[in-house]
């Protein structure tokens, strides 16, 4: 208890920075340095600096921008408009340096940065190919059919491999290509009716390929050279939603539709542990956060004397999940059509978050080195986006409100805007330097700097107890 105050005079300090006025939908983003932070406003980027917050360069496309992204050095950063078929590419360390791709006549579905950020992968409408472009040379890599689903590629966490899937005579397969020169070595097929996504493992070049939606969906693992490795297959459901690899490589963790997660070992790709997310909780087991109802209404009318505010620990009786589905409000959706949404590993690996479709309101977060489901928080928003902190145990949470809620091992917060509900708070991007929040909106950006929380007490001073699965 002495530690969940503690932390929480340390947060009184939070700062929120005045509201930047950015195109409707168009998200900015920190330099993956963390140095800079960029946003657009009409056909213009602006780049500023995260401390000062002064102007770095600002650069002029020829369209409105529909989404812009650095690249993994930060030298470069691309602005797409997609209708166009455009994409411009600019350089912060040589401004007077600028690159034009034009995909006409069809529009632009994605793009990606290659490792070596001299590199742009773009795949156009309908999925018909894959244009290489290099800033390096004038040559261009053409990738024909990439499968049109939304994982249809995978860079191994090397840098070295691009694994992309295709369909042809009918049959799931997957080609590896080098990074060096984007020459196939390597094409096989894949034993799915219908693949939905590859993920490499951030350890092995080992891909994760994923059948979500036929009658006995599975998971198989394949070497680069087109070895499969180990399968996990469950029968009589309708299917996988989310597939994640812990940071090191040694735990995959698996959603399906009717909100089951299950925690594969990566030496065998045998069942370590699974959870029903539809079970009794018990509140004398797991620590249940609930915002305070009078927050709630001070929210509402616009009178808040705090900037921040602890959650409250619920007390009593066992309760099923379906309560909390109530308390949330009715959800119209069906499980078949929900499931687990996402499913994401903290960067030290010690927690497991969880959002369910049938509970748009409430978060699971587990503890993987208990095997044991450690909090389970409910908020009065559905929860838009969900942002691990890139080196400690903190979890940021934004639910469409004013306000910006935090987790850590010891406590939930609730931190209020100064923005009112004019400008709700859509998603949060943690600073990969700096202990500070860059938040969207619908039509503004704004960034909240924190003060070093200490977590070193987060296990001692908890109150928290778990429950087995």
């Given at each position: ?38 946003y657009t406003i009409q056909c213009q980027l602006i780049l500023l600096d995260v401390k000062s917050q002064k102007i770095v360069q600002k650069f002029i496309c ?227 956060y609930k915002i305070n109802p009078k927050s709630v209404e001070h929210e509402a009318s616009g009178d808040v004397s705090s900037t921040l505010e602890l959650f ?97 091992p010891t406590c939930c917060v609730s931190l209020w805007s100064p923005f009112r509900d004019e400008c709700p708070i859509f998603s949060a991007e943690w600073c ?38």
């Amino acid at each position: 208890m002495e530690c969940r105050y503690r932390q929480k005079s340390q947060l009184q300090s939070t700062i929120f920075s005045d509201l930047i006025e950015q195109n409707a939908d168009v998200k900015s983003y920190f330099s993956p340095n963390g140095l800079n932070f960029g946003y657009t406003i009409q056909c213009q980027l602006i780049l500023l600096d995260v401390k000062s917050q002064k102007i770095v360069q600002k650069f002029i496309c020829d369209y409105p921008v529909d989404c812009f992204e650095w690249s993994p050095d930060s030298e470069l950063v691309y602005c797409c408009m997609k209708k166009q078929g455009s994409i411009q590419v600019w350089s912060l360390i040589n401004p007077a340096w600028r690159c034009k791709i034009m995909e006409n006549p069809l529009a632009i579905a994605e793009v990606y940065w290659a490792p070596d950020s001299r590199h742009l992968l773009v795949i156009n409408e309908f999925h018909l190919k894959i244009t290489v472009w290099s800033f390096v040379s004038t040559t261009t890599a053409i990738i024909e059919n990439p499968k049109p689903i939304k994982n249809c590629i995978c860079f191994s966490y090397c840098e070295r491999y691009l694994a992309v899937t295709e369909r042809k005579k009918c049959e799931d397969c997957i080609s590896i290509y080098t990074c060096d020169t984007y020459e196939i070595l390597k094409f096989f097929p894949v034993e799915t009716k219908d693949l939905s996504g590859i993920y490499f493992s951030p350890s092995d070049l080992i891909l994760g390929v994923l059948e979500a939606y036929t009658e006995e969906p599975k998971v198989a693992f394949y070497s680069i050279d087109g070895r499969i490795l180990g399968k996990y297959v469950r029968s009589s459901m309708f299917g996988f939603t989310t597939f994640s690899w812990n940071p090191d490589g040694k735990l995959i963790a698996i959603g399906d539709y009717f909100g089951m997660i299950t925690i594969l070992n990566s030496s065998n790709y045998e069942e370590i542990f699974s959870y029903q997310e539809n079970e009794s909780i018990d509140c004398e087991k797991t620590t249940v956060y609930k915002i305070n109802p009078k927050s709630v209404e001070h929210e509402a009318s616009g009178d808040v004397s705090s900037t921040l505010e602890l959650f409250e620990v619920r007390k009593g009786k066992p309760f099923v999940l379906a309560t909390l589905g109530n308390l949330s409000e009715k959800n119209k959706c069906k499980p078949a059509k929900c499931g687990i949404k996402t499913l994401g590993f903290s960067h030290c690996g010690n927690y497991l978050l969880s959002l369910n479709g049938s509970f748009p309101k409430v978060l699971f977060v587990f503890d993987i080195n208990t095997l044991m489901l450690s909090s389970v928080i409910l908020h009065h928003h559905k929860i838009k986006d969900v942002s691990w902190h890139p080196r400690k145990s903190l979890l940021a949470i934004c639910c469409s409100s004013r306000n910006v809620n935090l987790w850590m091992p010891t406590c939930c917060v609730s931190l209020w805007s100064p923005f009112r509900d004019e400008c709700p708070i859509f998603s949060a991007e943690w600073c990969s330097r700096e202990d500070c929040l860059l938040l969207n909106g619908k039509n503004f950006s704004a960034i909240l700097y924190l003060p070093n929380v200490d977590l070193s007490l987060s296990r001692s001073g908890s109150s928290t107890k778990d429950i087995n699965f």
